[in-house]
């Protein structure tokens, strides 16, 4: 980077402004994914505010070096869409007194103060729900958060059990087919990935790994001897399971970016993976272990993909949503985008009704939308929760639990 000596106090003004607020943004990221969860859109924002601030680290050794003004220099101005071409100017700032040098730190110091002081403050309420399981007898709600699981009455969602699993953020939920185990997967964020399979209702550890070299977000049974985990490491990795013992199958590559979703679809022996690379990946999973390269990759979606639902009672169908406003219903098996249904806000979560007639949509304004997947037309709007919704169960009378933000666990009926 060129540094010359053009530049006026006006300048100097702007890129303090911008350079404080990016930097606190840049450490109340690195400090965030510590406290709370990180989800799929906070994925999205951080990898741009990163990029960008690495720019501007390059400006202060400039500055440090010469003190002296510079040419308008372009920086994003869209977090969310990080297009170079478009772009504000600011500057590098003239020379400065004491008393100037003084302020820009002190805008620097006291914004990272502020930011410490909020997440510390909200690291005493209650966690979000990030995960969310029904029981195959459907007697009780599991809810997984920072704090474990709890296990609530159905449908009165009575508190009548908490667990401390010892994961340090539960993201995902799965009982067996068989319903006499519970898969809990997640982790420590940038550090590894980690496992627990406990008996039901007895919660009796099995077996427990750390694996992944990042958070494990999602996985999926395969059978009753078979599941897989999808972690932000960018890999799924296959497990094989007998007689309480736990074996590594191997690991599968594929994703370029993290993978935040994972789903099985039995009946047509296929595996479907997605996350922040945007695209579905389809994998043959009828044997084990399972087989690679990927059949198809679907990459209609513009945007990170957040969840994933295979439709009961129509073998073959599978939803997808994603942050770029959209749910897509597909048939993997042959690579075919059916149709899609466009939404007003970022969808967070999927759960089809028990009949696969209908599919509820939970989104980051707290509303559940039940779309119509013949018509993908959205027929109900209903309000939730406060804040965002992580995770939803259907249950069979045609009611949804949504988990979300704050420890919020909420019965809906369409």
């Known amino acids: ?18 350079d404080w607020l990016y930097g606190a943004l840049a450490l109340a990221r690195q400090v965030a994914s510590s406290v709370v969860p990180v989800s799929f859109i906070h994925f999205a924002l951080a990898d741009n505010v990163v990029k960008n601030w690495d720019r501007y680290r390059t400006l202060n050794r400039c500055i440090a070096r010469t003190q002296l003004g510079a040419e308008p220099v372009p920086f994003f101005h869209n977090l969310a869409g990080g297009n170079p071409e478009a772009t504000h100017s600011i500057s590098i700032p003239a020379r400065a007194g004491i008393t100037e040098v003084m302020l820009s730190l002190f805008k620097r110091f006291a914004i990272v103060a502020l930011f410490i002081a909020f997440l510390s403050s909200a690291t005493k309420a209650q966690p979000p729900v ?7 007898d459907e007697s009780a709600i599991v809810a997984g958060s920072q704090a474990g699981i709890e296990i609530a009455e159905w449908p009165t969602l009575a508190p009548r059990q908490q667990h401390d699993v010892g994961i340090t953020q539960v993201h995902d939920l799965e009982f ?36 992944h070299g990042d958070i494990i977000h999602s996985a999926t049974w395969l059978s009753g001897e078979r599941f897989v985990t999808a972690a932000a490491d960018n890999e799924l990795i296959e497990w094989h399971v007998d007689d309480g013992s736990v074996e590594l199958v191997g690991k599968i590559g594929g994703h370029s970016r993290r993978v935040l979703a994972v789903e099985a679809m039995p009946q047509q022996g296929s595996l479907v ?27 209609n979606h513009t945007g990170v993909v957040c ?55 939970g989104c980051a304004d707290g509303k559940l939308r039940i779309v119509n997947p013949s018509t993908v037309e959205i027929e109900q709007t209903i309000a939730a929760i406060d ?10 009378d045609g009611s949804f639990v949504v988990g979300g933000t704050a420890g919020a666990i909420v019965r809906v009926v369409p």
Not at 1 to 18: D, G, L, P
Not at 323 to 348: H, M, N, S
């Open 273 to 299: 993976s997605a996350g922040v690379d945007q695209v579905l990946r389809v994998w043959n999973a009828q044997n084990e272990p399972i087989e690679t390269p990927p059949r198809w990759n679907l990459d």
């Open 176 to 211: 067996s087919p068989d319903g006499t185990r519970l898969l809990i997967v997640g982790g420590a964020a940038s550090e590894y990935g980690e496992w627990k399979l406990l008996s039901w209702p007895q919660l009796k550890p099995i077996a427990t790994r750390i694996a």
């Open 307 to 361: 969840d994933l639902a295979a439709r009961p009672g129509a073998a073959g169908y599978l939803a997808s949503a994603s942050v770029d406003k959209t749910v897509r219903f597909w048939q993997p098996a042959i690579g075919r985008l059916v149709r899609f249904a466009r939404l007003p806000v970022e969808p967070t979560s999927l759960a089809w009704s028990h009949d696969g007639e209908r599919i509820a949509v």
């Open 387 to 396: 804040g965002w919704i992580f995770d939803m169960v259907a249950a069979s």
């Open 1 to 18: 980077m060129v540094c010359s000596n053009k530049a006026s106090h006006t300048r100097a003004e702007a890129v303090n402004k911008w």
């Open 130 to 136: 990030t995960a969310l399981a029904m029981a195959p």
